[in-house]
């Protein structure tokens, strides 16, 4: 199911990024709409063309499936302990039993000099 999702993902993103590059680009848009040759607001340039809609379809299917694919890769067992959290546990001070290393002073002790 994992692998099938990945193939999936990788589908979308890439008819996503081709329906993104097909699409004509609007930089004029805005100037004609202010005193521009013939543009205005109420235009038919405003209504979305087919390569806009299956953009708009292709995203939407894109969040969906890295959503589906990031709930099956956590773990299972909410218990589980990171790996930093096990290291850190590792490297904790040493046990009270253990002979201090030499030169250090106990507290309540003397040193004979």
């Not at 996503?16 to 100037?31: E, M, N, R």
């Amino acid at each position: 199911m994992y692998a099938l999702l990945i193939v999936v993902f990788i589908i979308i993103s890439v008819l996503l990024v081709l329906s993104i590059l097909f699409q004509s680009s609007k930089g004029d848009a805005l100037s004609g709409t202010f005193g521009g040759q013939g543009g205005s607001i109420l235009s038919n340039r405003g209504a979305a063309t087919f390569l806009s809609k299956t953009s708009t379809i292709l995203a939407a299917a894109f969040f969906i499936v890295t959503i589906l694919i990031s709930l099956l890769s956590a773990p299972s067992n909410p218990e589980t302990e990171s790996v930093i959290r096990k290291e850190a546990d590792k490297r904790v001070a040493p046990a009270a039993g253990l002979p201090a290393p030499q030169g250090v002073q106990e507290e309540g002790t003397e040193t004979e000099e």
